[in-house]
């Protein structure tokens, strides 16, 4: 009788509850996202199956009517299909007889259903199989009560005519072709230095033999002139080109089925990429491989990796897509350990991926793992790792970390670190995962760093500190900075641009409050008594410092001050510029109440910092203020999410809850504006208007699933 209770205890019991589990999770998973609902339409291979160099992620688009289901993946074309049913050629969505409406979608992939004719329905589920392979299954199912032929148009298409054929493979039943990928970004361009592959091979195919095939120059209009049947030509033939050779703008593939009434069939069509020093035979085993493969258990792992995430009471629909967009967000972000490093790593995006925020972690993206540690509370940890795997032994923990190892930019023989949140990260994850081996080793790596940042970002020993020599990105607020950048334009150099090295710098001297408050509860937790006392001695006494140097009665505002007479001039210049940096002493606990209330104020007068999509950078006020999201990285108007979210932190250790929950609406309604209308989170958002061009699916937007469970927490 023992035997049996064992074996249903080690067997059984833990197969039905996962069966339950993932019932449960496909219920509360599932979205029904029509094309103007705000949903997250990135996708990326699973971390395990992903690859830094030569990855490849895709953007999908089922909303614009203009166009099919389409699948792009950045600098490297699109791929869609085009339906012809009885003769009728279906291109675009907006002409479908039922437009598709998203019924699950995770990180790497997702499942629609849709009816591009009157009888047919297709449920269609596309799967970033790895950094080199995408997959787009259609079940058609034959509804009607009559058959239907059904002919499906697979296109791979580049979007100019350098798309060379290289040859039809026959044995693998799919063109192959050549193409070449410019590492030039807009943003910042990719290093040639690294191997990011420019001369590339794609495999395109299908799981079944194609009827036809063919590749042509033109545009979808001209293609739909050749696939639509002419009845009335007496030299028509029902076959694409079969071209083998040259240069073109897409090669299709031509799959034939006829349906009998209540017949399901599945066509599948892959996409293969790698460079072209690579073996090209591998490619096509793999997808030979995947040709055949059960994608349900991709739903199923999917459901799996979401069961540990907070379960919210919804208010609406809208916040269930961003609260699981964001995760998709950081999820899609992530690359299994490689190079320099042993421990998983995020990339800023991975479509589109530019180069500055490809590959490496900054401590100001990573905290992203706030959120981040509800799904995958070990790969959070892992993240953060990274940085103590590769911290220098005089503690500092440099600007960048990851695959490459540390890179800390110097500067006038000095090192550069960033934005310290790293003690503060680490308590919110330990708070998550209970993990006290990360507790033990991150206390260890957070007490040698700020002792670092006390010895080398207090030139003066006065107590307060300033950003190093190379501030303009160390201190994050690297473009069109009003308080730190001498010039309007930023035409100067460094050393004459940057002042950040020469004043007590406001934001620098809450973050070490921040990780000295973070660093006492850790040693609280640990049992270390004493030394949480001391790291709270350390907090007050710079608070203090702050209370009595950096706050000006006249205005009700903290402000950076100059290093050498803590006054709020530098030469010519007034360092009074009302930024949103002054709200993070309510994060940093630092201002007493009467102080916070008037910091309140300031935050909620709607001239200067209470706009319609949440707190800007700078008071609109300023002469310097702009509400236009025109490249990345200002700070002189757009509102960064992250920020806002300190900003949100610090109305609720002071008791303002209704004052919280308004930005948290404000937030929400800035994110839910733009992936209603483009699908893409970004790295930073207008504070007044809805155009952007910056940066697009930026890791950090992901706090906006940490938002969501705060604002529900307790319900």
Request: glycine share 6%.
């Amino acid at each position: 009788m023992k035997k049996i209770f064992f074996l249903i205890q080690v067997f059984i019991l833990p197969v039905l509850l996962s069966g339950q589990t993932l019932r449960m999770m496909s219920d509360y998973l599932r979205i029904n996202a029509k094309g103007n609902d705000p949903l997250y339409t990135t996708y990326a291979a699973a971390m395990a199956r992903s690859r830094l160099y030569g990855d490849k992620a895709y953007k999908m688009d089922y909303y614009s009517g203009c166009k099919p289901v389409t699948y792009s993946s950045d600098h490297a074309g699109s791929m869609f299909a085009i339906w012809k049913i009885d003769g009728v050629v279906v291109m675009n969505t907006s002409e479908f007889f039922k437009k598709p409406v998203v019924e699950y979608s995770f990180p790497d992939m997702m499942i629609m259903e849709y009816e591009p004719f009157r009888g047919i329905h297709v449920r269609e589920t596309f799967l970033v199989y790895s950094s080199t392979l995408a997959v787009v299954d259609m079940e058609v199912k034959n509804i009607d009560r009559i058959p239907h032929e059904i002919t499906v148009y697979p296109v791979l298409e580049l979007g100019n005519d350098s798309l060379e054929i290289i040859g039809y493979n026959e044995k693998a039943d799919g063109y192959v072709t050549h193409r070449y990928e410019s590492p030039y970004r807009l943003i910042s361009s990719l290093k040639t230095e690294y191997p990011y592959p420019t001369h590339t091979r794609d495999f395109f195919t299908s799981n079944q033999k194609a009827y036809s095939f063919g590749g042509y120059s033109g545009d979808m209009t001209d293609f739909y002139n050749k696939i639509k049947t002419d009845f009335y030509s007496g030299n028509h033939k029902d076959e694409l080109n079969k071209k083998k050779e040259g240069f073109v703008n897409f090669v299709a593939l031509q799959l034939n089925k006829r349906l009998r009434a209540g017949e399901i069939t599945d066509l599948r069509y892959l996409r293969g990429v790698q460079s072209q020093t690579e073996v090209r035979d591998s490619l096509f085993n793999q997808a030979t491989r995947l040709k055949p493969l059960f994608l349900k258990t991709f739903l199923e792992d999917n459901q799996m990796l979401f069961a540990k995430i907070p379960r919210i009471p919804f208010s609406n629909e809208a916040e269930k897509l961003v609260y699981l967009g964001a995760y998709n967000l950081v999820r899609g972000s992530m690359y299994p350990a490689t190079g320099k490093t042993k421990y998983n790593f995020y990339a800023f995006s991975r479509n589109p991926i530019w180069g500055w925020g490809h590959g490496h972690q900054v401590q100001h993206e990573s905290l992203s793992m706030l959120s981040y540690v509800y799904l995958d509370p070990l790969s959070a940890e892992g993240s953060q790792r990274v940085y103590m795997e590769q911290q220098d032994s005089s503690g500092l923990i440099a600007y960048r970390h990851g695959p490459r190892g540390m890179e800390d930019y110097p500067h006038n023989k000095m090192p550069t670190t960033s934005a310290p949140f790293f003690s503060w990260i680490n308590w919110e994850v330990y708070k998550v995962s209970k993990d006290k081996q990360f507790l033990q080793e991150s206390y260890a790596s957070g007490s040698k760093y700020v002792h670092w940042l006390i010895k080398n970002r207090d030139s003066n020993h006065d107590g307060t500190f300033e950003w190093g020599p190379n501030g303009l990105i160390e201190n994050v607020r690297d473009w069109y900075n009003a308080v730190f950048q001498v010039s309007a334009e930023r035409y100067l150099k460094v050393d004459k641009e940057d002042i950040s090295d020469e004043l007590e710098c406001l934001d620098l001297t809450l973050m070490v409050i921040k990780e000295e408050r973070s660093l006492a509860k850790m040693a609280n937790a640990l049992g270390k008594d004493e030394a949480a006392r001391e790291w709270m001695k350390k907090a007050e006494t710079t608070s203090r410092l702050v209370n009595e140097r950096m706050w000006d009665d006249s205005t009700g505002f903290y402000y950076s001050v100059n290093k050498k007479d803590h006054s709020f001039r530098f030469m010519s210049r007034d360092l009074k510029k009302q930024e949103i940096i002054g709200f993070l002493a309510l994060w940093a606990e630092v201002a007493p109440k009467d102080r916070a209330e008037r910091l309140v104020k300031a935050l909620t007068d709607t001239t200067r910092f209470w706009r319609k999509y949440g707190v800007p950078t700078l008071s609109a006020k300023d002469s310097w203020y702009s509400p236009y999201v025109d490249y990345c990285c200002k700070w002189n108007g757009p509102v960064w999410l992250l920020w806002n979210y300190m900003v949100y932190d610090g109305l609720k250790n002071y008791g303002y809850h209704d004052v919280a929950k308004q930005l948290a609406a404000k937030m929400m309604l800035c994110v839910t504006t733009q992936l209603t209308k483009n699908h893409n989170f970004w790295e930073s958002y207008s504070p007044d208007n809805e155009v952007l061009n910056c940066p697009s699916n930026y890791i950090w937007d992901s706090i906006m699933a940490k938002l969501i469970i705060e604002e529900n927490a307790g319900k």
